[in-house]
């Protein structure tokens, strides 16, 4: 045990200075709606990424349906299926998790757990959440625009992004996507700068780097990981405007639409776009996988009541898989033509990349060990994640290594895959957090009952939807078929799976209707939470007040003195002892 | 990709550094107290704004490196014919200098409180990079004048994207540089604009770098110098 | 208490739903079975994975579940342990990759027998181009599409004079001799995927692709588009034939070279159904 120094002439931290410069709203307009409060930043991106993410909910059911039922709903096009496949993808990965996790998590949380008054530059955190509304409206007013939006696929993979055979892609559909895409990383960078600069100058005194707890460090690396990557879309995006409004050849080759009609393009590389993309598209995973991990982290340690097992093995893992994660992106690119040795390459890393990845899950499944395991629904939530990310991150193994994804490339296997780890597994944790700080964003908690329903129904029947559709794949359907129709290979027993898929996709979609019920009416009907009512460590519970006013804490900072883990100390009167709580540890304390 | 590749291994390699100085090896459950003994752990005392500034601008870096290497990729194709680049862009690039030096002037005379010579180097800052901006838009007319449109060929077309991107980020500076002028115009106090022109300067300086860069990546001679190194290593 | 059991149950369940269901790879139809064994193992190896990790989450959750009076136990980490893990789960990953390589530099080594056959996409069909006597495949260039040279082949190009062409009809290959698939597309990118072969690669316009394989049956197997290539992506259908020797031969004798297709005036009746399947 290393006592240091108290309360020697460290230096004052940012937030201090801050504090006097603290932008301080004077009407109902600059108080809740043009706000520069993160708190209030993070409920409009929250709400913002629920909406449209309710948009993509829907479609996910129609494409199910046409999947299941291909007679009864003819009425679903190719054209409409392929548009509604691609803003589905499109919405859940960039509008509803990149911005509910870096965006809604991030604002709300990072202030609060590193003892900051607000974001560095509030008045540009403002504008972010306005710019990422802009592309939100961008982005559904294609389904209005002639023609309808684009039907690309959410990797948008020209040339049949932009010529006439794609719904969209002679129209206003993708012109409108790639506006929305700009729009959004143009608001997605001013937010990003704010999460960094937060963490790095917005401290209060004592808290280091070593002493963040794991939800910072996931948020904190994802979003660098996102400042670096979301240039690369943008470039992308940037430059297939440039073919498809003007004309040029970036990614465009001399070809012949339909046999017969030769267009003015010559010599592009799509090629060129798919690295551009994936060099995007790679880090993306981890963008949303990280704050996923970080979340987690916490929250099975506060509900197990155990300190996280291998903090610094954590720390160094999120840095590892975060620097590494660059370096894998041709992975998805194995049968896309490129040059076969990088095949090589690519696997060893992305093959790497998965112990960094294991060593989470052994230290996530280590802090259960010996802990005092309360299964609140927080913690049957991080369970729950535990199960689906192990396993769409264990057939992530048959996909990077190269050889193994000849077969299963571009099949349901794959689409099985992505699903359960950064669809499924994610927003997993996006519910066990949101029944974990509710109480503190609102001062109550979430009903019990409904939360168990939502729990059951969510997490066993996401495993029924996509544990048997990887067998789907293995089957050798390919992806993005709206119908597989009479195909010899295919047995009709897999007809009867896919039914018995959308059936299962259905009841989960309608389990989240009580969920939103549930936020609603808890609001007003929940029961009171106090400031601490799960007794955690972090400082967003050591508020002065909850929910936490303006400003977060009351006249002084918090000091912190511990890190973010003090729980069931030998000795200590309490099971848990708050990072800004002075009083030494009573003797005893382990190593 | 190799430019973005390596420019991101340079990121890497300053973000290393920093996480090295951040005890990361330390066992923190061993440690309790306000840690007062290791200040470097510590928020730095630096304004968030110079930092928040060199986070955006190694986003920038990014976006530059990445436009470079989708250049570099196309390059290879059998079609690529780079035209001439227009004259006008040396004087372009002596102007962008010039801007640069006179900010940099600017940051010492608000350091050293002359609000006069503040005034004159902010001024002729902002002129000569709208000097730069003119004359790039020249140099797009006697390009298309020439008959080099953005769709006669991959290469013109990265010529007016690159250009463009450029000028874009410059037009953003000069928004920020016309609010310090404006502000040096109204007050004699030299020492509150500091900060300012201090990330005026900076801001500047890199899109300089940048600018250099794509100039000689326009001219050919980074081509020519891969093939070079190319040479070297067979 | 209730999730322990569930626990288990995913486990148990998903298990036996790999054992008994009845969805599996299509039986395979080329030298490939390689790729298939590496599959197996991965199962294995990430199935044996997936079984500990959640069987032991479940047991910790039945036994360390909150009772009155209970407390964690405190302990930071232990290196020993982690330290095993990481060599542990490093090993397993190298017995993964190990093979993986392996067999992928197989697939990327076209032997030097392999004979070349060109697969030519377009919105949505498939057309094919086998070399003359020389073994050559002409060149070609999407600006020489035309009515009468619907895949582009260069007719200045001697060695591509005697290709035979087969414009959006069925593909016979002869069993037992490795191909070299190489890839086109005159519009946006495909993907050409017989799942018996096991084998895919993308066709990209403006590029040439490949791989290879060895037909190992004869019979009729369905190629579907494997890459998203518009509206008509799920009904972009062709069939391969993999014939014996002497099928196959009676049927290339049958097929029109590209000299008689670019020369209707003299070959007459010969180029009326392909022409008329072209249009």
């Known amino acids: 045990m290393v006592d240091l120094t108290p309360h020697g002439a460290g230096p004052i931290s940012a937030a201090e200075v801050a504090e006097v410069e603290l932008y301080h709203p004077h009407g109902w307009w600059t108080k809740y709606v043009f706000s520069q409060d993160a708190k209030v930043i993070a409920i409009q991106y929250a709400g913002t990424a629920t909406a449209i993410g309710l948009v993509a909910l829907v479609l996910s059911w129609l494409m199910r349906l046409k999947l299941g039922f291909p007679d009864t709903f003819a009425s679903i096009t190719p054209d409409t299926y392929y548009q509604f496949m691609t803003m589905h993808g499109m919405i859940m990965v960039i509008y509803l998790l990149t911005a509910l996790f870096l965006g809604g998590f991030g604002n709300y949380l990072i202030p609060l757990m590193v003892g900051a008054r607000d974001m560095v530059f509030p008045y540009v955190n403002m504008l972010s959440f306005w710019i990422y509304l802009l592309a939100v409206l961008v982005l559904a007013g294609s389904f209005f625009a002639p023609g309808g939006p684009t039907g690309a696929g959410w990797t948008l993979y020209p040339p049949q992004a932009i010529t006439s055979g794609t719904p969209g892609g002679q129209d206003w559909g993708i012109i409108l996507m790639l506006v929305s895409l700009i729009l959004f990383i143009v608001g997605f960078t001013m937010g990003g700068l704010n999460y960094v600069v937060t963490v790095l100058q917005g401290r209060t005194r004592g808290m280091t780097l070593m002493r963040l707890p794991l939800t910072v460090w996931g948020i904190f690396t994802a979003t660098v990981m996102a400042l670096l990557a979301f240039p690369a879309l943008f470039v992308a995006c940037v430059m297939m405007l440039f073919d498809r409004v003007i004309g040029s050849s970036f990614f465009m080759p001399a070809i012949v639409e339909m046999g017969t009609n030769p267009l003015p393009h010559d010599g592009g590389s799509p090629i060129m776009f798919q690295h551009l993309f994936w060099f995007f598209g790679h880090p993306e995973v981890y963008i949303v996988a990280l704050p996923a991990f970080g979340i987690v982290s916490d929250l099975i340690s506060t509900h197990a009541r155990k300190n996280i097992f291998g903090y610094r093995m954590m720390v160094w893992a999120i840095i590892g898989i975060g620097a590494l994660s660059f370096v894998v992106w041709a992975h998805h690119m194995y049968v896309s033509g490129m040059h076969p040795y990088f095949g090589f390459f690519f696997a060893t890393t992305t093959l790497i990349i998965a112990i960094p990845t294991a060593i989470k899950v052994y230290n996530w499944v280590l802090t259960l060990w010996r802990g005092d395991i309360h299964l609140t629904i927080p913690m049957l939530f991080a369970l729950a994640f535990i199960v689906t990310f192990v396993n769409g991150g264990l057939t992530g193994l048959f996909l990077g290594n190269v050889v193994v994804d000849v077969p299963l490339a571009q099949t349901m296997f794959v689409v099985a895959h992505f699903h359960m780890v950064m669809g499924v597994a994610p927003i997993l944790v996006v519910f066990g957090a949101i029944y974990h700080w509710y109480p503190k964003v609102t001062g109550r908690m979430l009903n019990e009952a409904m939360g168990r329903f939502h729990f059951w129904v969510t997490f066993l029947g996401a495993y029924l939807i996509f544990f048997p559709m990887h067998y789907v794949g293995l089957v050798g359907v390919p992806r993005r078929y709206p119908e597989i129709g009479d195909t010899a290979f295919v047995p009709p027993s897999v007809h009867t799976l896919n039914e018995f898929i959308t059936i299962a996709a259905l009841v989960v979609g309608f389990a989240q209707m009580v969920f939103l019920f549930n936020l609603l009416w808890s609001i007003r009907h929940g029961r009171p939470a106090g400031d601490n009512p799960w007794r955690a460590t972090t400082l967003e519970w050591q508020t002065a007040g909850t929910p936490p006013p303006h400003g977060n804490f009351g006249k002084e900072l918090p000091v912190v003195y511990r890190w973010a883990y003090d729980y069931s100390v030998p000795g200590a009167s309490e099971d848990f002892i708050p990072q800004n709580d002075p009083r030494p540890r009573t003797q005893g304390g382990s190593a | ?234 | ?279």
């Open chain 2, 1 to 234: 990709m190799s430019a973005i590749v390596i420019f991101l291994a340079l990121i890497a390699a300053v973000v290393g550094w920093w996480l090295s100085h951040q005890r990361l090896m330390s066992k923190p459950w061993l440690e309790a107290g306000p840690v007062t003994a290791f200040p470097e752990t510590e928020a730095s005392l630096m304004h968030p704004a110079k930092i928040g500034l060199g986070v955006f601008l190694a986003v920038v870096g990014t976006l530059f490196a990445l436009l470079i290497s989708a250049y570099f990729m196309r390059m290879v194709y059998a079609d690529w014919q780079p035209a001439p680049v227009p004259k006008i862009l040396w004087l372009n690039t002596a102007m962008l200098v010039l801007a640069s030096i006179a900010l940099q002037g600017a940051v010492s005379a608000a350091h050293k409180g002359q609000p006069d010579n503040l005034r004159l180097a902010l001024l002729i800052g902002a002129l000569a990079s709208v000097a730069f901006l003119g004359g790039q838009l020249l140099a797009w007319r006697d390009f298309a004048a020439e008959g080099y449109f953005a769709t006669e060929n991959p290469a013109t077309s990265f010529f007016y994207l690159l250009t463009a991107m450029h000028g874009l980020h410059i037009i953003g500076g000069l928004v920020a540089l016309g609010r310090v002028n404006f502000r040096a115009w109204q007050s004699a106090r030299s020492e509150t604009l500091v900060l300012p022109t201090e990330l005026c300067a900076m801001y500047w300086h890199v899109l300089l770098v940048v600018w250099v860069v794509l100039f000689c990546v326009l001219m050919g001679w980074a081509a020519d110098l891969i093939d070079i190194c190319r040479g070297l290593l067979t």
């Open chain 3, 1 to 279: 208490m209730a999730i322990a059991l569930v626990l288990v149950l995913i486990v148990v369940g998903s298990v036996l739903f790999h054992v008994l269901s009845p969805w599996w790879s299509t039986p395979i139809a080329s030298n490939w079975g390689y790729i298939d064994s590496t599959l197996v193992i991965t199962f294995w190896i990430t199935g044996t994975v997936f079984s500990a990790v959640v069987l032991f989450m479940a047991y910790c959750v039945y036994r360390f579940r909150h009772k009155e009076g209970q407390r964690a136990s405190y302990e930071p980490e232990s290196r020993k342990l982690e330290s095993w893990l990481t060599v542990v789960t490093a090993v397993g990953v190298a017995a993964l990759l190990a093979p993986g390589l392996f067999v992928w530099s197989q697939f990327v080594t076209v032997p030097s027998n392999a004979t070349e056959v060109e697969i030519i996409a377009q919105q949505w069909q498939w057309s094919f181009r086998l070399p003359g006597a020389n073994g050559k495949l002409g060149t070609s260039n999407t600006r020489f599409i035309g009515p009468d040279n619907p895949l582009g082949l260069n007719p200045q190009d001697p060695d591509g004079q005697d290709n035979i062409v087969v414009v959006a009809a069925d593909l016979h290959l002869p069993v037992g001799k490795p191909v070299k698939m190489v890839l086109r597309s005159i519009d946006v990118i495909h993907n050409f995927y017989v799942p018996e072969f096991r084998a895919k690669m993308d066709m990209v316009p403006g590029m040439i692709t490949y791989f290879w394989f060895t037909p190992t049956k004869t019979g009729t197997f369905e190629i579907l588009c494997s890459q998203l290539c518009g509206v008509g992506h799920a009904f972009m259908r062709g069939v391969v034939k993999v014939d014996t020797e002497q099928d196959y031969l009676a049927w290339l004798q049958q097929q029109s070279t590209f000299a008689q297709l670019s020369a209707p005036t003299k070959t007459g009746a010969l180029v009326e159904p392909a022409k008329a399947k072209a249009d």
